[in-house]
């Protein structure tokens, strides 16, 4: 079946810095992947979709310049967390739809990435 | 707006016992639903789905029939087993971006 290989599967790093965080769809092709971010004991908030080829579509509340997302390629996109500071911190969890198939399914989620600021 | 809430867990049950995990959703239009499951350590993977009133959704003897009426969509199955310990989300679509809204998920343990 579909996969999406998400890494790294976790991460630590010094406040300040920069995380970049990949997202493959491993035997599909994706016009579009979704990242997802989770905090403990809540839901998966969508932070932004990415569209292959062009601009990512932010949600409300998320900022441009802070998550940076580039879907440069069919198989890969990446989210950059920029100046990372520790109310960074989360659980970063992308989605990937395979183009080929349509109606309401296709989805296929990474394992995610912990990422902890220090 | 778009929403999805779930009852909140941790759900603890012994083997072969009844499960329900309650959604229900905000009713702007008829969006498809969708239940996924997340085992540990592992990625979201899908459950089961429904897109239109009425369908029922079944897979390795889950069910979830999507109801209008009520705006839930209820997971449910007969008999659990040890392996069906997760967590549990309930999802439907997002409007046109067509990406996935989730509840807050449910964890189920369940004992032997």
């Known amino acids: 079946g579909a996969v999406v290989s998400q890494h790294p599967s976790w991460v630590i790093c010094k406040s300040g810095t920069s995380v970049k965080i990949e997202c493959r769809s491993l035997d599909f092709q994706a016009t579009t992947m979704f990242w997802y971010r989770q905090f403990p004991k809540q839901s998966l908030m969508l932070m932004a979709t990415s569209n292959e080829g062009s601009k990512a579509t932010y949600e409300q509340g998320v900022e441009k310049d802070k998550f940076l997302i580039n879907h440069a390629s069919l198989t890969l996109s990446t989210l950059t967390v920029t100046s990372a500071h520790p109310e960074d911190s989360s659980f970063y969890i992308c989605?990937?739809?395979?183009?080929?198939?349509?109606?309401?399914?296709?989805?296929?989620f990474g394992s995610g990435t912990r990422l902890t600021v220090v | 707006g778009n929403s999805v809430t779930q009852m909140e867990g941790p759900v603890t049950l012994s083997e072969e016992a009844f499960l329900t995990i309650n959604c229900t959703y905000t009713a702007t239009g008829y969006p498809s639903l969708f239940w996924y499951v997340q085992y540990p350590g592992e990625g979201l993977q899908l459950l089961l789905k429904a897109t239109k009133a009425d369908d029922k959704g079944s897979n390795k003897g889950f069910e979830a029939t999507y109801r209008k009426e009520t705006t839930s969509f209820h997971l449910e199955k007969g008999s659990v087993q040890v392996s069906d310990s997760a967590v549990y989300f309930c999802?439907?679509?997002?409007?046109?971006?067509?990406?996935?809204?989730f509840g807050s998920g449910t964890r189920l343990q369940v004992q032997p």
């Open positions: 989605s990937a739809r395979d183009i080929l198939q349509g109606g309401e399914g296709g989805y296929t």
């Open positions: 999802a439907r679509l997002k409007g046109g971006r067509r990406a996935l809204t």
